[in-house]
């Protein structure tokens, strides 16, 4: 399943992957669903062996340059056919959807890129779990941050105007 759910790096729709699906390997359960959220339905049994960039990109409701830019990042290694066009697999709108999702809560290319390769390697699980713990944490400083700055600015403003 590839189901639109946030902004990717290029503006497009994220994509969520088929449900107990390992998202970029051929390992089966890691604990990643995505049981609750709507979308198109991907039948791995009826796909074909191997897709286009187009076939994956219209699939996963993703652009063609965003996965040229997966490529370039080390994401996503597609095999090529005899006339050096990209083919993918079935597996790989797995991939995509995982990655977007990872662009989509704010994680930065090189952090994506640790998290992915990690998750290829066997029993990986905890360390991408600290991977992801530490960012949540970043984040969560950011905010209290930002949200100290909105009250003082918040201050400034009622003196401005007079308000308390």
Not at 22 to 34: N, V
Not at 46 to 72: D, F, M, W
Request: charged share 25%; hydrophobic share 35%.
């Amino acid at each position: 399943m590839c189901s639109t759910a946030s902004n990717g790096p290029s503006g497009d729709g994220a994509v969520a992957p088929p449900t107990a699906l390992w998202p970029c390997g051929s390992r089966s359960a890691h604990g990643f669903k995505s049981d609750s959220e709507p979308g198109l339905e991907w039948d791995s049994d009826s796909a074909p062996v191997s897709l286009s960039i187009g076939e994956l990109a219209h699939r996963c409701q993703v652009s063609t340059r965003s996965l040229r830019y997966y490529e370039e990042q080390g994401l996503l290694l597609p095999s090529r056919n005899a006339v050096g066009h990209r083919r993918y697999q079935a597996k790989d709108a797995d991939c995509v959807g995982f990655i977007q999702r990872l662009y989509g809560a704010g994680l930065p290319s090189d952090l994506i890129r640790t998290v992915v390769q990690e998750w290829k390697l066997p029993d990986s699980a905890p360390r991408v779990e600290t991977l992801l713990r530490t960012r949540h944490a970043e984040l969560s400083h950011e905010v209290e941050e930002l949200r100290s700055k909105l009250t003082g600015l918040e201050a400034v403003l009622n003196a401005v105007t007079g308000n308390k």
